[in-house]
């Protein structure tokens, strides 16, 4: 069964400091996505990773993938409070997708003034 | 390009009763799945829908049932609610299950 886990679950940062959410899987990988989700929201797409060594950054967020070690990383950087969110990754281990997404617990991020 | 949607946006309902959440595909997407996210939790994977078909399984009991349309929108159906069954529920579309693209949810509750 996979296992998909995020640490931190919960984080409180200073705008302006920068930080990092891991996320580690339990079985060989196609694929992984970073989601960001509102309070009472729905899930936004903020990353696709598709092999070993994939970065990819949009603003203050740059998302990387290790699939040897099976980890990927989520690494703010300045925080702003606009960033205050709970962020999800998910593992898709079919690339045909029939089990699905595995998602972790997700983390709470809040940022501070 | 429209995206995901869901309706109802709300529903409330009682310990043993049916209901039905549906949902639109974003244009040109030809998978739904579902996912049930409960409350502090990340989302759980129900069940996939290809081409009419359901294609993919989660960990959910039979009582929770889908269909998928001609025009690729879905339905999922829970029979004999529980409470444990409140949740948002999310359905997500996407292209031969490349990227999920997640709709607004619907937010059960069984009371």
């Known amino acids: 069964e996979l296992k998909v886990e995020q640490n931190p679950l919960f984080l409180s940062m200073q705008e302006g400091k920068n930080y990092t959410i891991y996320c580690n899987y339990s079985?060989?990988?196609?694929?992984l996505y970073w989601y960001r989700q509102d309070p009472g929201k729905s899930l936004e797409s903020l990353f696709v990773?598709?092999?070993?060594?994939a970065v990819k950054q949009e603003g203050r967020l740059m998302a990387s993938l290790d699939t040897k070690a099976r980890l990927s990383t989520l690494h703010i950087t300045a925080a702003v409070h606009d960033l205050s969110a709970t962020y999800f990754c998910?593992?898709?281990?079919?690339?045909?997708?029939?089990?699905?997404?595995?998602f972790g617990k997700g983390t709470h991020l809040i940022i501070q003034p | 390009e429209t995206g995901v949607t869901q309706s109802p946006t709300h529903l409330i309902k009682t310990r043993g009763q049916q209901v039905t959440l549906r949902c639109s595909s974003q244009?040109?997407?030809?998978?739904v799945s579902w996912y049930q996210q409960a409350l502090g939790q990340g989302p759980q994977f129900i069940f996939q829908?290809?081409?009419?078909?359901?294609?993919g399984r989660g960990n959910f009991p039979p009582r929770f049932s889908g269909l998928q349309f001609p025009n690729y929108s879905s339905e999922l159906n829970v029979n004999a609610l529980e409470l444990d069954d409140s949740a948002l529920y999310l359905c997500?579309?996407?292209?031969?299950?490349?990227?999920?693209?997640f709709g607004p949810g619907t937010r059960l509750t069984v009371t």
């Open positions: 990773l598709l092999s070993n060594g």
């Open positions: 998910a593992v898709d281990i079919q690339g045909g997708g029939a089990d699905g997404l595995t």
């Open positions: 997500a579309s996407s292209l031969h299950n490349y990227e999920q693209y």
């Open positions: 079985t060989t990988s196609d694929r």
């Open positions: 244009s040109g997407h030809n998978t």
């Open positions: 829908y290809y081409r009419e078909e359901e294609n």
